[in-house]
């Protein structure tokens, strides 16, 4: 499906806050309800479009007294976005339904009716992260395949990871996050059809945490492509009970090996715990790579202050339901496991846990560019041919008109009709020697 026109789900939300800011100064009906959000939106709009607005007035309304901890005018506000919205409606009715069901968790938390459910979400969703580095579920695959951001930069990331080693027969692919091997298949058509420098080897070494098997799985299917390719290939699972645990010793490169680093949505995740993500980095500096390509979501959910977190998070999943709006099926039951077990779960931790318990803390690429200097890294930039893999692979896709692709600096942002999503970033590392690479670690 092609994009639609009218409002954004985005454009609906900041219309909505500039009607809600234009108001906050009045009384509110029985001190709790709004007095003016029918009627809050401008003239000019569809009758839905005006409903959406309203809506999205009396979400941000009810954050604001979450905020303040005025819970009883909070539950009020809640029955009411929660008999307005949908799970199964459109953009606008889902989003306020998964925010008012986050905000509603985190009210129950902080006034004592769920006490033990900050841990058990936390668990839950850190299993989810460890199961989505590992495999894809159908939900995750189809929404791989339907959603372009990811196909965006995955064939723009390796098309850089092609340049860095086309002088290299032995080639050592580092994958952080195999998931279905869709990205190393991409990879091993390209260097099968290199016939100016053929390779002698291409080894994958897949890091991973949980569910083995799969990985396993994944590693014979990439055998038999490459078989049926004549591409000489190796492949190792390399297990960590947790990802702060990976050592140079976990890869078991070979003298003459080139070795590249992919690592797709994996850096957020490790951000929870102190020191995980630079000690990461250190040991793949030791590997000294060619290039290290990195993707993360595009989005500040890593504020300790709950209504930064919040605005953040709304304008960032209000494009991304959006464009889950046009390119599936509102009734496909991939889509609504993707929205009630993942996208659920992502929401309700950012809104909803504080401190510890928050495992989703995505940063934007400029504050990942501050982390990495101070690990070693340079930034590289992605090449003409790397932007013009995103562009074709954008113009696949039905809805490819509506993806905006921004350079920020040397790198790329992928975004839905302006809203950043994901980040593309490559990176080397400053040359060390092996005994101070080691004095590093």
């Known amino acids: 499906m092609s994009c639609v ?14 009607s809600f800011i234009q108001f906050s100064s009045w009384r509110y009906a029985d001190d709790c309800m709004p007095a003016r959000v029918l009627g809050s939106a401008p003239l000019g709009l569809s009758d839905q479009e005006t409903k959406d607005v309203e809506l999205a007035h009396l979400l941000l309304a009810f954050a604001e007294k979450v905020a303040k901890q005025q819970y009883g005018c909070a539950r009020k506000l809640q029955n009411l976005c929660h008999f307005l919205s949908s799970s199964c409606g459109n953009s606008v009715q889902r989003v306020v339904y998964y925010f008012t069901k986050a905000l509603q968790e985190k009210t129950d938390r902080e006034t004592g009716r769920n006490a033990s459910e900050g841990s058990e979400s936390r ?24 959603v372009p951001f990811y196909q965006i930069t995955e064939f723009a990331g390796i098309q850089a990871i092609v340049e860095s080693v086309a002088s290299a027969k032995k080639i050592h692919f580092i994958d952080l996050a195999i998931r279905t091997g869709g990205h190393c298949i991409v990879l091993m058509q390209a260097l099968a059809t290199r016939y100016e420098c053929p390779i002698e080897l291409l080894k994958v070494t897949a890091v991973g945490v949980t569910s083995r098997e799969k990985i396993e799985d994944t590693g014979r299917r990439l055998a038999q492509f490459a078989e049926a390719l004549k591409l000489p290939f190796s492949f190792k699972v390399a297990m ?38 630079e000690s990461l980095i250190k040991v793949l500096r030791y590997l000294n790579p060619r290039l290290m390509v990195i993707t993360e979501i595009e989005a500040n959910h890593n504020s300790p202050t709950f209504t930064n977190r919040f605005n953040e998070a709304l304008l960032y999943y209000s494009a ?15 889509r609504m496991e993707l929205e009630e077990t993942y996208l659920s779960l992502e929401i309700k931790n950012i809104i909803a846990s504080e401190g510890k318990e928050r495992i989703i803390r995505c940063m934007k690429i400029d504050a990942w560019r501050t982390l990495f200097a101070e690990c070693g890294m340079v930034e590289a930039e992605l090449s003409l041919s790397s932007l013009y893999q995103a562009d074709l692979v954008a113009k696949q896709f039905a809805c490819g008109s509506c993806c905006t692709l921004d350079t920020n600096g040397k790198g790329l942002v992928v975004g839905w009709k302006g809203t950043p999503i994901l980040s593309l970033s490559v990176w080397k590392f400053h040359a060390v020697n092996a005994k101070t690479a080691k004095y590093l670690m």
């Open 123 to 146: 668990d839950v969703l850190a299993m989810y992260f460890q199961e989505a580095m590992a495999s894809s579920t159908p939900a995750l695959m189809a929404c791989f395949l339907e």
């Open 240 to 277: 960590v009970k947790d990802i702060k645990d990976v050592n140079e010793d976990t890869f078991e490169l070979e003298d003459g090996e080139a070795a590249a680093v992919y690592c797709p949505l994996l850096l957020c995740s490790t951000m929870r715990q102190p020191n995980c993500s």
């Open 5 to 18: 026109p009218g409002l954004s789900t985005v454009e609906v939300m900041r219309i909505a806050r500039a």
């Open 320 to 334: 991304y339901f959006e464009c889950l709006d046009v390119c599936m099926d509102r009734g496909s039951a991939y």
